[in-house]
Nanobody, 117 residues
Framework: QVQLVESGGGLVQAGESLRLSCAASGILMAPNTMAWYRQLPGKQRELVATISNGGSTDYADSVKGRFTISRDNGKRTVYLQMNSLKPEDTAVYYC???????????WGQGTQVTVSS
């Protein structure tokens, strides 16, 4: 079983920064893709950023140039550095992991990010 635990959410003002962390534990298999999703109130969960096992990244247009996803495979952790935060970034942020070959997916419990104007 794989567990993902997010941390680092909180309340900040517009223009400030936060760094989210997601620590994975359990039986972890490579290669895998990790990602951050977010869910705004009343809306569907949306993809924010992905990172492959080898470090290739991709971002939603709404966060390009402001957010950076990274991973430390030795620490089994993925990060999301969020700069120049905007009120519209307010959401619950979820960590996601998918094993490349089996397709098994795992989700964290989510961490709230609130950006005040």
């Amino acid at each position: 079983q794989v567990q993902l635990v997010e941390s680092g959410g909180g309340l900040v003002q517009a223009g400030e920064s936060l760094r989210l962390s997601c620590a994975a534990s359990g039986i972890l298999m490579a290669p895998n893709t990790m990602a951050w999703y977010r869910q705004l109130p009343g809306k569907q969960r949306e993809l924010v950023a992905t990172i492959s096992n080898g470090g290739s990244t991709d971002y939603a247009d709404s966060v390009k140039g402001r957010f950076t996803i990274s991973r430390d495979n030795g620490k089994r952790t993925v990060y999301l550095q969020m700069n120049s935060l905007k009120p519209e970034d307010t959401a619950v942020y979820y960590c996601f992991r998918r094993h490349t070959y089996s397709g098994n997916v795992y989700w964290g419990q989510g961490t709230q990010v609130t950006v005040s104007s």
